[in-house]
């Protein structure tokens, strides 16, 4: 056991999400601990298996690492990341694992500002190869942004924040992670990475 590090069971979604929030306070801030990421934490990872807290989903964008970005260490978080934050079948059973098999009380759906892939999907930019499968999700978000009433550069976080709820809405309709739901053992929630802070806010 890592003398420096505290291990901080975890009951409850509502003590996964305060861990969060303190690490992000701690990030933010520049108090990091810096701890979970040495020799000895490593085996202690290699003989008794990971226990993450949290699922978190968000976007491939180099600027937003979740580790970093909520201060944990090896084996606390279990991350998905792909352009977008967005939701497909491979994406849907990384996060049914989570939740299923390493049992995960919290799943995060964080989205950022100034998201690379929003942007291109309202400017219409061309997008070649498979990058189309990315803007074709995000297209309703961006398009129920629109109806809003969003114009301008609040299109793009607007759009952001729907697509953030457009992921969540698609995890909660996994049968999956309906079941966990129902037993109360499971919360969802949308977060979103302010860049120039560092600053994440819960939805």
Aim: proline fraction near 4%; hydrophobic fraction near 40%.
């Amino acid at each position: 056991m890592d003398l420096n590090h505290q291990e901080i069971p975890t009951k409850s979604p509502a003590e996964a999400k305060q861990l969060l929030v303190e690490g992000n306070e701690r990030f933010v801030s520049g108090a990091i601990l810096k701890n979970n990421q040495g020799d000895v934490r490593r085996k202690e990872l290699f003989e008794a298996g990971q226990h993450p807290f949290a699922v978190v989903i968000t976007c491939s964008d180099s600027r937003v690492p979740p580790e970093l970005i909520f201060d944990q260490g090896l084996g606390d978080l279990f991350v998905v990341r792909v352009a977008g934050n967005v939701m497909d079948e491979i994406a849907m059973g990384s996060v049914e694992y989570g939740v299923e098999h390493l049992r995960t009380p919290l799943v995060v759906v964080m989205g950022h500002e100034k998201c690379g892939a929003v942007k291109a999907t309202v400017d219409e930019e061309e997008a070649p190869g498979s990058i189309g499968a990315i803007a074709a999700k995000i297209r309703p978000s961006v398009d129920k942004a629109k109806l809003d009433g969003a114009t301008g550069s609040d299109l793009y976080e607007k759009a952001t924040d729907e697509n953030i709820l457009v992921t969540m809405a698609e995890i909660k309709n996994s049968p999956v992670v309906k079941h966990l739901l129902s037993q109360g053992n499971l919360e969802i929630i949308g977060a979103k990475y302010h860049l120039q802070s560092g600053k994440v806010t819960f939805m």
